[in-house]
């Protein structure tokens, strides 16, 4: 079975797959004539600022960025960088900011169509995502369910059992608390969020994914701060790397361009999601005027995840020195363990910062993939399921600690690929009505900017 998921799992990421997703999000990006870099500035200000609280929706814009941030600013932002670094060098990182430069553009493109084609379901609250804009807008119920399966599937594997078994381990490590209890708080503390629906969902985001992004951030700054003079042969590193065939450290792991392309562009993906189909189902929640605003916001979320969270994690390591370090059986460090060296290193008692926002990052991503999973439930069963989803998503919370993930992380990359491969097509053959929306939108921007200009 490990060998089965392994090679579909290489076949889906290594294949097609990541072609599909960077072609789509260059066409985007040409299209609407890089829309994301002419409105970023726009877009961080909407994000933090506009409240349409008298708009349609459940939660407010902030919210909803809160939670797409809570479930893409995860584990993979820490962990994932590292293992990016040794397996690609530091040229990866040049390939994850490309990757997440036209990702902000597909990223975009999901939301206003989710704000677009969302509808209100039979209690009144916001249903929207790919499955309902692949089958409103194209009409194809069978590929928006073989969607909605994939992500309820996801939800289980990467969005709980993975982050709930991170959790348990930064917490045995650093504190020596068997996996036991660490299991049982997290699925009462996640029962505390999810039973009150999207609404305490939004609420609680709001306030832990701020916290717990200045947390990590601030740690980072500060060690860059100290090591202000090594920051620009950093970056050079990392340039110099992504067209050459030495690995980061003379030849450390072979890394060569080809591997470093590889691993950017992955992680790339896996960290910020642009493609995936999970984030839209966040962003048709949000009370908004109209579908380019939440687009643009949502868009951001990538920015934050891609080019300050892993930017940072990358840096630290890169400016500490620790890269090549081994453990106490001359093993490489790699994954968390390497980013809690390079704080310990700078910071007295510094890998606490990444124990604990490894625990804050895996809980909040766990939150967010609850209702991704819960909205793509119920658009296959409806809400009589509900109850027993969030019952069960609060068990596996409790049982992922104490279970060998091996198997699991393989399930995740491919219900991951196979939640991609329907959004993208749905994503293709509505492009028209994208940039439709687009153009609208961007002059409704314009008529705005002469509203506020002085006569």
Not at 66 to 79: E, K, Y
Not at 219 to 227: E, F, P, Q
Request: glycine share 10%.
């Amino acid at each position: 079975m490990k060998e089965f998921l392994v090679k579909a799992d290489f076949f889906l990421w290594n294949g097609f797959l990541i072609y599909l997703l960077l072609g789509i999000g260059i066409y985007f990006t040409v299209r609407l004539r890089g829309a994301q870099f002419r409105y970023l500035p726009y877009a961080l200000k909407l994000a933090f600022s506009r409240s349409d609280s008298n708009a349609e929706g459940d939660i407010s814009q902030f919210q909803s960025l809160m939670t797409a941030l809570a479930a893409t600013i995860g584990i993979g932002s820490i962990a994932g960088m590292a293992t990016a670094l040794m397996a690609g060098g530091f040229g990866a990182i040049f390939w994850m900011w490309v990757v997440a430069a036209i990702g902000m553009a597909t990223k975009y493109a999901e939301a206003i169509l989710a704000v677009k084609y969302r509808k209100l379901d039979e209690t009144g609250k916001m249903s929207g995502g790919p499955m309902h804009y692949i089958e409103r807008g194209l009409g194809w119920k069978g590929l928006a369910k073989g969607f909605a399966v994939c992500c309820t599937l996801s939800a289980f594997a990467g969005g709980n059992l993975t982050q709930s078994h991170s959790i348990a381990s930064a917490m045995h490590e650093m504190f020596e608390i068997p996996p036991l209890w660490t299991g049982a708080a997290v699925s009462l503390l996640t029962a505390a969020v999810i039973l009150g629906g999207i609404k305490s969902l939004g609420k609680v985001n709001a306030v832990l994914v701020p916290v717990m992004a200045v947390f990590y951030i601030a740690g980072g700054v500060i060690i860059l701060a100290m090591h202000l003079d090594r920051i620009p042969s950093s970056f050079l590193l990392i340039f110099q790397n992504a067209f050459t065939s030495q690995a980061a450290i003379g030849g450390f792991l072979g890394a060569g361009m080809m591997s470093a392309i590889q691993m950017g562009i992955v992680r790339g993906i896996s960290s910020n999601e642009a493609g995936l189909g999970s984030a839209p189902i966040a962003a048709a929640a949000a009370k908004t005027d109209v579908p380019g605003r939440q687009a643009l916001i949502s868009m951001t979320g990538v920015f934050l995840s891609s080019f300050v969270v892993c930017t940072i994690t990358v840096l630290v390591i890169c400016v500490t020195g620790v890269f090549g370090s081994v453990d106490a059986a001359g093993v490489p460090l790699n994954g968390a363990p390497l980013v809690m060296r390079a704080f310990e290193s700078t910071i007295p008692s510094g890998s606490w910062i990444v124990a604990v926002g490894i625990v804050l990052f895996g809980y909040s991503t766990l939150l967010g993939w609850s209702y991704y999973g819960e909205k793509s439930l119920e658009y296959l069963f409806g809400k009589r399921v509900l109850l027993l989803y969030r019952l069960l998503f609060i068990a596996v919370a409790f049982v992922g600690p104490l279970l060998s993930l091996d198997v699991v992380w393989a399930l995740v990359d491919i219900m991951n690929g196979l939640m991609a491969l329907p959004n993208l097509i749905g994503l293709l053959f509505l492009s028209p009505v994208i940039f439709r929306e687009s153009r609208d939108f961007f002059l409704l921007l314009d008529r705005e900017k002469e509203l506020v200009l002085p006569s």
